[in-house]
C-alpha cells in the first residue's frame, strides 16, 4: 500500500523512469544544441548556468519535477516516463524559459508546428495540474497575519473594442499598455504559495479582485489577515496596507513581507512567457501562468528559499537599528 497524498488519496504509483540532476542536465543541454564536447570541457558551475538559462530552474529542480509528475495521484498531471517523455517534458521547460514562436521550436527541436505545440502545452497543464498538491493553504498559522497579496501583471496583445482604440478594463499600469492580472497569496510564516485567483483583466483595480474574486471571503471564513500595498485600502479589517500611524517595527514587517512577496513575482518573470507579450488566449494563459507559478514554488523549496520575516527577526532587526 502506498501512502496517502494530500487530499487523502492513496498513491502507489512510483517513478519509472529515474533521472538524476547530472543526467538531466546533459539532456537538457544536448536537447537545446550544446554538443556533447561543450558539455563535457564546462566547468560545473558553467553548465548548471546554461541549463537553468534554457529551462528556468536547476537540473535537480526539473528532475524533482519530472518525478512527481509519474507519482503523483492527479491524473490530469501524470505522466508514464520513458526517454521520449523526458524530451517532451524539457521542450515544455524550456517553451515555458524561452516562450519561442512556433517556427522556432519546429527548426530547433525538428517537430512540426502541430506536434510542437501539443507536446510543449501538453507539458504545461500536466505542471499547472500539480497545483492540487503543490498549492495549498493549511490551518498552521501561529496568529491573525497569514498572508502577503499582491497582483501581478502580464502584457497581453491590445484586444479589438466595439468603440474605443483601447480597452479601459484590459489596461495595465504596471505594463503600459493591455495586460492580465492574477492576485497571489503567500504565507508569512514559511514560503509557501498559498492562493491564485485568476486570470483578471489587468485594469480592474486590486481591491475589487480582492473584495469579488474570493479572497475575503476566505479571510473572513478562517479570521485570518493579510498584508498588501497601496492598492488593498478600503478592507483594514482583512487586509493592511501602509498606515502613516504604524510604529517603526510594524512599518519594518509590513515591508519585509511586501518585498518577499515581490521576491516571488521576480521569479515568476524569469520566464519568458509571462515577461514580454502573451500571444495566445485567455485560457492557455492561466496554464502558462500557473504552471509557471508551480515551477517557481519548487524553486523556492529546493533552490532559493524565501527569506523568513517571523516577527521575532523583525524585532530583533528594529532593536539593532534603534
Known amino acids: 500500500m502506498g501512502d496517502d497524498d494530500r487530499n487523502g488519496n492513496v498513491v502507489d504509483a512510483l517513478a519509472t523512469h529515474i533521472v538524476t540532476s547530472q543526467d538531466m542536465q546533459y539532456t537538457g543541454l544536448r536537447l537545446v544544441g550544446f554538443s556533447n564536447r561543450k558539455v563535457r570541457k564546462a566547468a560545473p558551475l558553467t553548465n548548471y548556468r546554461r541549463f537553468k538559462s534554457q529551462f528556468g530552474v536547476s537540473a535537480a529542480t526539473a528532475s524533482r519535477v519530472y518525478a512527481d509528475l509519474q507519482e503523483t495521484a492527479v491524473e490530469e498531471a501524470r505522466i508514464n516516463g520513458d526517454n521520449n517523455q523526458l524530451r517532451f517534458f524539457l521542450m515544455g521547460l524550456h517553451y515555458l524559459r524561452k516562450y519561442p514562436t512556433e517556427d522556432d521550436l519546429e527548426a530547433k527541436f525538428n517537430y512540426s508546428n502541430f506536434w510542437a505545440r501539443q507536446k510543449v502545452w501538453g507539458i504545461a497543464k500536466r505542471i499547472r495540474a500539480l497545483k492540487v498538491e503543490k498549492i495549498f493553504w493549511d490551518n498552521d498559522g501561529t496568529g491573525p497575519w497569514d498572508l502577503s497579496v499582491d497582483g501581478t501583471h502580464c502584457a497581453r496583445y491590445e484586444p479589438q473594442h466595439p468603440e474605443f482604440s483601447q480597452d479601459r478594463k484590459t489596461y495595465s499600469h504596471k505594463c503600459n499598455r493591455a495586460g492580465w492580472d492574477y492576485e497571489l497569496g503567500i504565507r508569512l510564516h514559511k514560503p509557501q504559495l498559498a492562493w491564485m485567483s485568476g486570470p483578471h483583466p489587468a485594469g480592474v483595480h486590486d481591491i475589487t479582485v480582492f473584495r469579488e474574486k474570493g479572497l475575503l471571503d476566505e479571510l473572513q471564513r478562517r479570521g485570518k489577515k493579510a498584508i498588501g500595498d497601496g492598492g488593498y485600502c478600503g478592507e483594514p479589517k482583512y487586509i493592511s496596507s501602509y498606515n502613516a500611524f504604524d510604529n517603526k517595527g510594524v512599518r ?34 492561466a496554464v502558462a501562468f500557473e504552471a509557471v507559478c508551480i515551477l517557481c514554488q519548487y524553486r523556492i523549496e ?3 528559499p524565501l527569506y523568513d520575516i517571523l516577527i521575532e527577526d523583525v524585532v530583533n532587526k528594529f532593536r539593532n537599528n534603534a
Open 252 to 285: 519594518l514587517f509590513k515591508s519585509r513581507a511586501l518585498k518577499r512577496h515581490e521576491n516571488f513575482n521576480n521569479l515568476i518573470k524569469q520566464f519568458g512567457i509571462l515577461n514580454g507579450v502573451f500571444r495566445h488566449s485567455r485560457e492557455r494563459f
Open 302 to 304: 529546493n533552490e532559493i
